[in-house]
């Protein structure tokens, strides 16, 4: 559904539900995806959303709730009467349900609490124990799990009875009577074998799986590189705690992509999307990166005032000055961009490093090579400085970009190497260095060429 | 599989291939999975990969093959007997196939089209005919198909039939006799409904779909939203053309997001890994951007000579350049970078653009007011400017921050009016235009309070 429908929607609802025809407005959201209503909801003005979530078929309404914002889960929260909480939490899948809690006030964290059922607040405490961003925390403990002597209808049986509740039964795990995880068997594999086969007999026994303190970009990155639908969760003893399913393994995706483009842009990542935060929390997440790279930044001026006299001699220097800075700080960040996004895919190790060395300089000196050969075409023939200057110029250029991209390059690996996230060390950092490492070897090459 | 123990496997293959042992090198392989085993094959030395591709197991071999890097792929090709290549071929699944032509060398491809049947002939070309980066190039055709009048008995029947060969079985897909696509079912639906029910009372009818010139980050967009395993794909005629599988869908957010992080970075993107790509290729990525930029900045040093006397009569001035510039293109990154991901995840509509360049300016006054109090402080206590040059240089300060954040924030929506990508109007292109702005303002203010 697109934006232009969805807009249209929503303003026939609030129509309809102004004219309190509610078996109309019913009739025209119960059939839509839940992804869509959620979409409508939010979009309602704040009073109606409950009204209309109200009149959604019960299963539709679960759903769709899955799917809303924390800010427009809890709004509908605090409207539910027992029963509706009830049924609302009764068909959520657990780990939409840890998502939920997660971002609620403790009150409400407790009301929502009483409403489900022992087993489940104990399996929801659980993965809330995890550490933020672990494989525990996005794991979901519905799983259909199989013993290895069933047969492959016994299998189905289960799956059957067990299935409707679980978020995918696409993959099935095999474990022993201590849950420790033996092999894992798909319904694809299933349905292709006879049905008096032994599981034993057709499971994969190499299975992959990540631990619940496992990053949850690992278990992405196996995910998507081994193409599964889920990956198991084990603990430190090797035992079945959960599955990471591949829709979540996407959103982690988005996440990380969205946190390490922030982080290269110099910005604290932040959860929640640019439209839901205020102008305090952007101003917080933003205000610290700025104010030590100003900071930094006024090295710079330390190094012009200490070469007053060069510039004093000749005045043309200082115009060229944005220029160079510029241009380092571009190529510079380039390099770390290019070297950041290999790192955190995974396509350039350690053992790699001398190998990009190497290529970061011979990059900069072409690319340096070809910018002070149009620059000095027009240092020569537009602005007539003379050749000297132009020298100095197209000289600086060249060394500024080799300094930027060997600065760009080998700041992220340094930083991975310490620990450290590479992605501070974005642009804008590097910008800060180079310009000051720029300037040096501008006026030292000026005093040297023009003899100020 | 991690790196160390990848590198180790590797090391030990090596030495078992010099010693001829490929009875022990292929038992060492033949459980691997196959990303892991291509993985493998790629870091060996370039004579052995071919012989331990023939140590693996036959359907082993098909799969891992699927894995690997064109290059790999290339080299495997070349050296293949005809029996060899029908076999691949064969156990290939077509998209994969698809990806693989798409970057061979015609002697090779024409060598490959001769090895597949007719009809898998045929459809590789007609995948070959959509336009890059589109729904219908990335689709794949092997799905399963039913008809609205099978029992669930029959649909199992048909799975169970035609299922090895399709890339997924766990949506199936119900047409007409037209092939139109009228629902769709899943393995799970079959699985909890009864064997006499019949697929029209258990289809999802509300299907959604993109079609085949669709870019195919809308089609991975749909999967994420909609957390399908499967999306399909269809004609101008609402016919069923292919289906697009979750795991293609992650490789197209993972591409996209490095493209956005390249092309923010001023860099043309590439399809292929930094560490496949040529120094030539590297510069020929960069070279234009940073010209492009170095050009532009050029203007930056018309400004500065123009107010020659204004930096005459108050030397001290100069050094502050840099600071003031490095701050507004900082901010301004800032602010372009989160817009940017913004309308890229769909978070940020045109009609939230009021929205967002109020709050920008409001975040921008209060992060400008903060760096000019700390930069006042420091002016006045540490450099001893003394106060008329203090203002000076915060007021400018303020004021390059409120610009940069503008221009930060409307360009990109700007460039995504006028159809171009917003991505181009990031951090180094914003840091030109604010250096540019920033410099008239400080100048200006510096005649008007300094009266120089």
């Not at 009739?27 to 109200?54: C, H, I, W, Y």
């Not at 427009?72 to 609302?88: I, K, M, N, P, T």
Request: glycine content about 4%; charged content about 25%; overall charge negative.
């Amino acid at each position: 559904m697109d934006q232009t429908m969805n807009t249209e929607m929503v303003a026939q609802l609030e129509e309809l539900l102004e004219k309190r025809s509610y078996a109309k407005a019913g009739g025209l959201v119960k059939d839509l995806n839940p992804a869509d209503a959620a979409v409508v909801l939010e979009e309602m003005s704040e009073q109606k959303t409950p009204v209309l979530f109200r009149l959604l078929p019960k299963e539709l309404a679960a759903d769709t709730f899955a799917y809303m914002s924390p800010e427009a889960q809890e709004l509908l929260v605090r409207g539910f009467s027992d029963r509706e909480l009830d049924e609302v939490m009764e068909q959520l899948f657990l780990d939409d349900a840890v998502d939920m809690i997660e971002e609620m006030p403790a009150n409400v964290v407790k009301r929502i609490l009483r409403h489900v059922d022992p087993t489940t607040r104990k399996m929801i405490n659980q993965v809330l124990n995890y550490p933020k961003d672990s494989a525990g925390s996005i794991m979901t403990m519905e799983y259909v799990d199989l013993k290895r002597s069933m047969t492959v209808e016994q299998a189905f049986e289960r799956i059957r009875r067990t299935g409707v509740e679980k978020e995918t039964i696409y993959t099935c795990y095999v474990t022993d009577s201590r849950r420790k995880l033996e092999g894992i068997v798909t319904v694809k594999d299933l349905l292709l074998a006879r049905n008096n086969e032994i599981i034993r007999d057709i499971m994969e026994t190499n299975v992959k799986s990540v631990t619940t303190h496992a990053d949850q970009e690992e278990a992405a990155r196996a995910l998507s590189k081994y193409d599964f639908l889920a990956l198991p969760v084990v603990d430190a003893e090797e035992r079945l705690v959960g599955i990471v399913t591949v829709d979540d393994a996407i959103d982690v995706i988005q996440e990380e992509a969205t946190e390490d483009i922030e982080k290269m842009a110099a910005i604290a990542p932040s959860d929640r999307p640019y439209m839901k935060t205020n102008v305090w929390e952007t101003w917080f997440k933003r205000v610290p990166w700025l104010l030590f790279l100003m900071i930094s930044a006024t090295f710079t001026s330390g190094i012009i005032s200490s070469f007053e006299d060069a510039l004093a001699a000749s005045v043309v220097l200082t115009s060229f000055i944005p220029m160079l800075m510029d241009t380092g700080g571009n190529s510079g960040g380039q390099s770390s961009a290019t070297i950041i996004r290999g790192l955190s895919l995974g396509e350039i190790q350690y053992r790699d490093v001398p190998k990009v060395l190497l290529k970061e300089c011979s990059v900069a000196l072409l690319c340096g090579g070809t910018l002070a050969a149009a620059n000095f075409l027009k240092l020569m023939f537009v602005d007539r400085v003379g050749v000297a200057v132009a020298a100095v110029v197209c000289i600086t250029l060249v060394a500024a970009v080799v300094v930027a991209n060997i600065v760009g390059s080998s700041l992220p690996v340094l930083a991975k190497r310490l620990g450290l996230d590479p992605t501070v060390t974005a642009s804008p950092l590097i910008t800060t260095i180079v310009d000051a490492v720029a300037l040096i070897i501008y006026f030292n090459i000026a005093k040297l060429i023009l003899g100020i």
